[in-house]
């Protein structure tokens, strides 16, 4: 069993695109995140939601909009994107101080 | 403004030796520290913590040392195994526990 699942994988898509990334958490956590991690590798937090409210957002473009519907899933929504948005999308759970992260999106702007 | 800082982007160490990844921190409120690692085309792991009233943490191959005086944290893996490579992050939680910021990163690499 998964605990922390992202859909899809891989993305690869034109400028100017809209697309959504999917996560669900099966821990039970109520707290979820999105990451960036850059092409430098640095781990960059963009957004917490805590049960489904939003509780941190580390000035990221608002062309991002996160949607948790409920609090396994918090999804991601990334309008008119463009090629600095490239990079790879993890999404986590938190449980104390550990964070529980997906397998990642590739997302790649061309 | 990097409160958590891995200096050394890469570590290579022979099979069966000590790998030691080091991290240092400018904040002296942070009372917790994690390591994670992470293969390629994953997600981090979590490997090992520390809360800042102890100076080690020991977990079989895995050890965490603190030095709150340095601001200085290191991971130990002994003996060093092939399955060890991989990035690995020292990681610390700010805002209440809301979010944990994250060194760069050090990518291990065990020779055979």
């Known amino acids: 069993d998964t605990a922390v699942s992202q859909t899809p994988k891989y993305l690869v898509t034109q400028m100017g695109n809209d697309k959504s990334i999917k996560c669900e958490q099966n821990?039970?956590?109520?707290?979820m995140y999105w990451y960036k991690q850059d092409s430098k590798k640095f781990l960059k937090i963009m957004f917490s939601?805590?049960?489904?409210?939003?509780?941190i957002n580390e000035t990221v473009p608002n062309r991002f909009s996160p949607k948790s519907p409920d609090k396994a899933h918090l999804n991601l929504h990334i309008n008119s994107l463009e090629l600095g948005d490239s990079a790879v999308y993890f999404c986590a759970s938190m449980g104390g101080y550990e964070q529980y992260f997906g397998p990642g999106t590739r997302l790649t702007v061309t | 403004d990097q409160q958590v800082k891995q200096n050394s982007p890469s570590l290579s160490v022979q099979e069966g030796r000590i790998s030691i990844l080091n991290c240092d921190y400018t904040?002296?409120?942070?009372?917790?520290f994690l390591w994670y690692k992470k293969y390629p085309a994953e997600g981090p792991t979590f490997l090992i913590s520390i809360s800042s009233i102890k100076d080690k943490n020991e977990d079989g191959r895995f050890t965490v040392f603190l030095n709150k005086s340095a601001k200085h944290l290191s991971l130990h893996i002994v003996p060093s195994q092939p399955g060890d490579s991989a990035v690995y992050f020292c990681a610390a939680p700010v805002q209440g526990a809301q979010k944990l910021v994250f060194g760069q990163g050090t990518r291990l690499t065990i020779n055979p």
């Open positions: 821990l039970g956590h109520d707290t």
């Open positions: 939601y805590n049960n489904k409210e939003l509780i």
């Open positions: 904040n002296s409120m942070f009372d917790y």
